[in-house]
């Protein structure tokens, strides 16, 4: 196992090497270098900090419609060869698969990776990072009398595909990810925050910290209200789990077999319809500049920039390679990162203009319901409010909630300025910006005395 991640050329070296000993029709390899380094605090004290270095090679071999599958971290000659063996064994003994697609061919056109922040993949430069944001949070803490807790993470990786077609591509990423919780010393009242970026420069983690430490201080004897659909201001990393959980459904073999929301007699789909409000604008765009994201697919394809929805109209839905060569239509990735635009204040700004409604900061738990309708669940957490004229008035006990991702599109009345942000619930490593977002209908089913 390598001391550290592997250089461009050490990947293309790596790969054509684990290539020449295929003797199956043909090979993919995907290799993944990367180095993770974390930060943990509780209780107002560091309590972990660790790094690790790995890099994995995944090996595919197939054979007619079979195919099988190895990975591997021994990157010597004899373990990668015995790894290539083992996945062209296993490819004899696996049923054959319809759905199976050769592999791409060389032509392919790529962008010029964007998401790679120099200073983000010095070790020494990070750790210190690391090191100043939670003794800020920590320090920050203190002075209020609060109890913090909080984990920081630094990524930086480089990747690699490349078949036996010929075809060759790599990419490298950054990405820093931190979250805190502030907690009064009796444990009653509770603020959170997180912050992401492709640049550990750019976390804003000051403003992370500030945050959480006005939530935790706001959020006293909170009121129980009824539960019932309320006026609902989403803060941008609730609103991004929301819109995370809608973009997962956009399979268009799911809408024209009938398994989706967005399935309508007869193959049909929703696609064009006017589902959301128009001012829903939501698109991926692997070149943005404060939300870069990767090049390439798991299966080598191109990412480009996609509407998934414009002007409240789906204008796209993914579509695998198999489903795209069955139904004649062109396959399209999923997203590589998720932008929502909004309008063009900042969600502090914007807060001060909004004239009432029920104030979360953030979701968590979110489970499926039904399918059919994208009826989710979940938990609110770390602070609900009522705001009054722009202001919070008082604190309010969290709920549970049964909404549909659709129906918080649907009743979009206004949104903040997009930033970069990261959901609670969902997959934090997709890079997103979010607006803070006011819909006019929310359903909360009960109330829950969680913090």
């Known amino acids: ?25 043909w090979c993919e390899v995907s290799i993944d270098s990367a180095r993770s380094s974390n930060l943990r605090y509780a209780a107002n004290t560091v309590t972990t900090s ?39 064994e296993i490819s004899g003994l696996s049923p054959e698969n319809e759905e ?8 392919q056109e790529y962008l010029r990776s964007a998401q790679f922040d120099e200073s983000s993949s010095d070790p020494s430069y990070t750790a210190g990072e690391r090191a100043r944001i939670a003794n800020r949070a920590i320090s920050e ?11 920081l993470e630094t990524i930086v990786s480089r990747t690699a595909f490349a078949n036996s077609k010929g075809l060759f591509v790599e990419d490298e990423k950054t990405r820093s990810t931190f979250s805190t919780t502030m907690r009064n010393d009796d444990g009653t009242s509770s603020g959170w925050n997180k ?19 006005e939530k935790c201080a706001a959020w006293k004897s909170p009121s129980e209200l009824d539960p019932g659909v309320y006026r609902t201001i ?40 006017q589902l959301f409000s128009p001012k829903v604008h939501i698109y991926s765009d692997p070149n943005h500049p404060l939300a870069p994201a990767g090049v390439y697919t798991g299966e080598g394809m191109p990412t480009e920039h996609i509407d998934w929805v414009k002007d409240g109209k789906i204008e796209n ?20 990162n998720i932008i929502l635009e909004g309008g063009n204040q900042l969600p502090e700004d914007f807060l001060a203009n909004v004239s009432e409604g029920l104030l979360i900061t953030s979701f968590w738990y979110i489970r499926d319901v039904d399918t059919q309708t994208l009826l989710k669940t979940g938990l609110t957490r770390d602070g609900v409010y009522w705001v009054k004229n722009g202001e919070i008035k008082y604190a309010v006990m969290n709920f549970r909630w049964n909404e549909s991702p659709l129906n918080v ?13 990261a959901p609670r619930d969902g997959d934090d490593d997709i890079q997103m910006m979010i607006p803070m977002m006011v819909v006019s209908g929310f359903n909360f089913s009960s109330v829950s005395d969680a913090v």
């Not at 912050?195 to 992370?208: G, Y």
Request: net charge positive; aromatic share 6%.
């Open 409 to 421: 599109l649907k009743n979009v009345e206004d949104m903040s300025r997009q930033v970069v942000t």
């Open 195 to 213: 912050r992401a970026s492709h640049a550990i420069a750019r976390l804003d983690a000051e403003r992370c910290i500030m945050r959480a430490a």
């Open 317 to 336: 839905f993914t579509r695998g390679r198999y489903w795209a060569q069955k139904t004649g239509k062109p396959a399209v990735p999923g997203p590589a």
């Open 1 to 25: 196992m390598a001391n550290d991640i592997l250089s461009s050329d050490e990947l293309e070296t790596l790969a054509k090497k684990t290539l020449k000993y295929s003797k199956s029709e």
């Open 141 to 151: 803490a203190r002075a209020r009398k609060f109890i913090a807790a909080g984990f």
């Open 234 to 273: 989403l803060e941008p990393s609730a609103a991004a789990d929301m819109v995370q959980q809608f973009m997962w459904s956009l399979d268009a073999r799911d809408a024209e077999e009938g398994r989706s929301p967005y399935s309508r007699p007869n193959g049909a789909t929703a696609l064009g319809e």
């Open 100 to 107: 199976l697609m050769p592999p791409l061919d060389a032509k």
């Open 50 to 88: 660790g790094s690790s270095v790995n890099t994995t090679v995944h090996i595919k071999c197939a054979n007619g419609k079979r195919a099988g599958s190895v990975t591997t971290n021994d990157l010597s000659d004899d373990g990668l060869s015995r790894a290539v063996a083992r996945a062209h």
